[in-house]
């Protein structure tokens, strides 16, 4: 008795190493996602600037919503 080790005809192979992009009949609904970050979009803010930002709104909603109450 010999078993045939054929791959199935609906089957691909897997490459040895896998394709440099995707291929164009499954990117079409994500073209252009996988383009690479400028570097200078990492370093256009400190980290700290987009926290005060949002400390300074909340600080101003939970400023308005107590004056609110309070004139009440």
């Known amino acids: 008795m010999t078993l045939d080790h054929?791959?199935?005809a609906?089957?691909?192979p897997v490459p040895a190493s896998p394709p440099a992009e995707t291929p164009e009949c499954e990117a079409s609904t994500c073209a252009g996602i996988s383009t690479p970050e400028s570097t200078e979009l990492h370093t256009?803010?400190?980290g700290w600037i987009p926290l005060l930002v949002i400390t300074v709104l909340v600080v101003?909603?939970?400023g308005f919503a107590v004056g609110r109450i309070?004139?009440?």
Request: net charge positive; glycine share 14%; with cysteine.
């Open 44 to 46: 256009a803010w400190p």
């Open 6 to 8: 054929r791959t199935p």
């Open 60 to 62: 101003c909603c939970v």
């Open 70 to 72: 309070g004139g009440w």
């Open 10 to 12: 609906h089957e691909r």
